[in-house]
């Protein structure tokens, strides 16, 4: 069984900086890409940032410039600074891992219970 678990978020004013981290464990095999989605209150989930296991990130156009990946593959941890927060940024962020487990060596992707980021005056 696998469990990814963030942590950090919290409430930050516009133009603030906060960091979000996700920790992976269980009967892990090998993890492939890991990253960041974000849903707001009322709409769908949307991508947010992703790190391959080489070190690629791709952002979407919302965050780049702002946001960095990051990802410790010994710890099997990943991580999002977030800096110039808007409000528009609140929403639920959930990490994801791709990655095969040793009872099965198919690709599939795991999620976080997801943490709340608000960016508010």
């Known amino acids: 069984q696998v469990q990814l678990v963030e942590s950090g978020g919290g409430r930050v004013q516009p133009g603030g900086s906060l960091s979000v981290s996700c920790a992976a464990s269980?009967?892990?095999?090998?993890?492939?890409?890991m990253g960041w989605y974000r849903q707001a209150s009322g709409k769908q989930r949307e991508p947010v940032a992703t790190?391959?296991?080489?070190?690629?990130?791709n952002y979407a156009d919302s965050v780049k410039g702002r946001f960095t990946i990051s990802r410790d593959n010994a710890k099997n941890m990943v991580f999002l600074q977030m800096n110039s927060l808007k409000p528009e940024d609140t929403a639920v962020y959930y990490c994801?891992?791709?990655?095969?487990?040793?009872?099965?060596?198919?690709?599939?992707?795991?999620w976080g219970q997801g943490t709340q980021v608000t960016v508010s005056s």
């Open positions: 994801y891992g791709q990655m095969t487990v040793t009872t099965d060596r198919s690709i599939r992707s795991y």
């Open positions: 269980g009967n892990i095999f090998s993890i492939y890409a």
């Open positions: 790190i391959t296991s080489g070190g690629s990130t």
